[in-house]
């Protein structure tokens, strides 16, 4: 399985951004297609974003479009999270993860994905 290490996170106010960046391990079939994903206190982990391959296709969990945007840097290995606006039901750990499959990307969902890092935090106030 790819490797990824999640860093970024922080404490902020409503209102303030955070970007988060995941760097991968190795780019491989494993890893086309490569995602966000948070998880709150007391809540099932959730999609927020994913982009797959080096065409850099995006896809968003449909609650959330239009406050977070994802992207990539193939070359450094590197997938970003830019969050603006944020809210305090934005507070969770917000994990990456990596699948091989494009209908991973296109669901946003957990249960496509088999590489997951460790998580970095985001609090809200």
């Known amino acids: 399985h790819v490797q990824l290490v999640e860093s970024g996170g922080g404490s902020v106010q409503a209102g303030e951004a955070l970007r988060l960046s995941c760097v991968a391990s190795e780019i491989t079939s494993n890893s086309d297609c490569l995602g966000w994903f948070r998880q709150a206190p007391g809540k099932e982990r959730e999609g927020v974003a994913t982009?797959?391959?080096?065409?850099?296709?995006?896809f968003y969990a449909d609650s959330l479009k239009g406050r977070f945007t994802i992207s990539q840097d193939r070359a450094k290995r590197t997938i970003y999270l830019q969050m603006d606006s944020l809210k305090p039901e934005d507070t969770a750990m917000y994990y990456c993860?990596?699948?091989?499959?494009?209908?991973?990307?296109?669901?946003?969902?957990?249960?496509?994905?088999?590489?997951w890092g460790q998580g970095t935090q985001v609090t809200v106030s």
């Open positions: 993860a990596a699948a091989p499959h494009w209908s991973a990307c296109a669901e946003v969902k957990p249960s496509g994905f088999d590489s």
């Open positions: 982009i797959y391959g080096s065409l850099g296709v995006i």
